[in-house]
Each structure stands twice: as C-alpha cells, then as structure tokens.
C-alpha cells in the first residue's frame, strides 16, 4: 500500500514537472492530474473492498491540487496573488476530492456489486439474473438448461475444528474445482456461506449427472491431498423454459441433495453394523 501510494506522488511530481517546464508554450498537461486521482481511486477500493468510504483518492486529490498550484505560482512568483493561490488549491482539491470519491464508488460497483469477494464467483444477484435470461432464452428456444446446487458438508464442524484461514481455503478450493469443471458459457456463483451454484445453459439430464461426477472425484481428491475432513453434496435438476422460479427449482436440487446425503448415511450405516456384527 505505501509504494503504491509513494508511486501516484511520484506521477503526480513528473505531470508538474513536465507542465511546468512548457509553461509559457501552447501546451497544457492539466487534464492529466486526473490520472493519479484514477489510480488513487482504484488503490482505494481495493484496499477497503467493501468499506463505505476510502481517503486513498481524497488525499492524493488534495496533494495534487497543492503540487499544481505551487508549479503554477512558481511560474511567476512573488507577483502571483496570495488569494488566487488559495482559491485555486480550495477548488482543485474539492474538484478532484469529488471526482475520487466519484470513481471509487464506480470501482466497487463493478468489481464487488457483482461478485463473491472471497472466491471471486458471481454473487447471488448476478446468478439471479444469468438464470432470468437464461429462462427466457429456454423458452425461446425449447433448449433444456440444468442447474448444479453444491453444498460443502458439515462446514459447521469444518470451522470449529480449524482455523479461518483454512475454511477460507476450502471455500476457494471448491470454487476453483467448479470453474475447472465448467465451461465458458456457465455461470458459477457463490450463493451461501458454502453453498455454490451452476447455471449450464442447453445442458441435459445425463451431461449433468457426468458433471456432477467429475466434480465429485475431484473434489475427493482435493480434500483427500489436504487432508480435510469434508465433502461435496450435489443436486441438480434440468428443465425447460420459465414455468417455474429459481426458488422452486432450486429447491427441488436441494431435495435431491439431501436425499442422496440420507441414502449414503443410511448405507454407511448398514455397512458399519455388518461390519461390527462380523467382528
């Protein structure tokens, strides 16, 4: 944070130096204090994601207007007026001052309106409507589309028997596991605290089912190398056209979820009593 915020001072001297050294000429660098106030703004945002506010842009904006000002008096000192000296640095700094907060807003807006900060996958408002537009193209076109509901089982025991950081790591294994197995034109989307889903546009029943597969082993794998004690639940449901909701249909996929979870621990359990029963 501080290099970077030493390198927009650091442009911010080489724009006065330059438009000060063609001062008196007919060229003019003025419109490029706007850059630094760019990259303060965007520094900012990233450095606070989702805070309200960031000073980032305001102090370079100020710092800026008092650079330009000074290179400006300088030109013709000491008869440059005192009270156009002060107006200057007062409505240059309010004028980036506002241009930054301005653009800091716009930065949030579209790295973090949209997306899961952690995982970097859709959020759920963007989901929402990736699934309304690909409802009215199903039923336009009469092309099945499928969704995947993804459920990282027993997170609650996962975060009490580890630290933050690696229930954050399993998160974003998970994430990185769906965009691996997923194509361009899905959408993957974080849309609970370890609920994930895939939207798979012209998709049928068995393509998913394979899917789901893939996903399963990998994740298997995955958890298998680094020895988490977790796995993924998946349900997933095809449909056509818009007749239903994305509530109802993704409901109807974590049924499905969890009546293969009630299946396996009723297997497990008739496995473990013959097993003790044998012993």
Not at 163 to 177: D, N, P, S, W
């Amino acid at each position: 944070m501080f290099w970077r915020f030493v390198l927009v001072v650091t442009e911010i001297l080489t724009i006065t130096f330059w438009n000060y050294k063609m001062s008196g000429s007919y060229y003019s660098l003025d419109v490029l204090y706007c850059l630094p106030i760019i990259q303060a703004a965007r520094i900012g945002t990233i450095r606070t994601q989702r805070h309200s506010d960031t000073h980032m842009a305001a102090l370079v904006g100020v710092i800026a207007a008092v650079v330009w000002s000074i290179a400006e008096a300088a030109v013709v000192w000491p008869s440059y007026p005192l009270g156009a000296f002060a107006m200057n640095i007062f409505t240059r700094s309010v004028t980036f001052t506002v241009l930054g907060r301005v653009l800091t807003k716009l930065w949030k807006e579209r790295d973090f309106f949209r997306k899961d900060l952690l995982t970097g996958l859709a959020n759920r408002f963007e989901f929402d409507e990736r699934f309304a537009a690909e409802q009215l193209r199903s039923e336009w076109s009469k092309r099945p589309y499928s969704l995947l509901f993804v459920e990282i089982d027993q997170f609650k025991i996962l975060n009490n028997n580890h630290k933050y950081h690696v229930v954050q790591a399993v998160v974003k294994a998970v994430a990185g596991i769906l965009m691996d197995n997923s194509r361009c034109i899905d959408t993957v989307a974080r849309i609970g605290e370890n609920k994930f889903g895939l939207l798979l546009p012209e998709t049928d029943e068995y393509i998913c089912s394979i899917l789901e597969m893939r996903i399963k082993a990998a994740s298997a794998k995955k958890f298998q190398i680094e020895c988490w004690s977790t796995s993924l639940l998946i349900g997933h449901v095809t449909v056509t056209g818009s007749a239903r909701s994305f509530d109802e249909i993704l409901h109807e996929a974590n049924e499905k979820m969890y009546l293969t979870k009630t299946q396996k621990q009723a297997q497990w359990g008739e496995y473990s009593t013959a097993t003790l029963a044998k012993c």
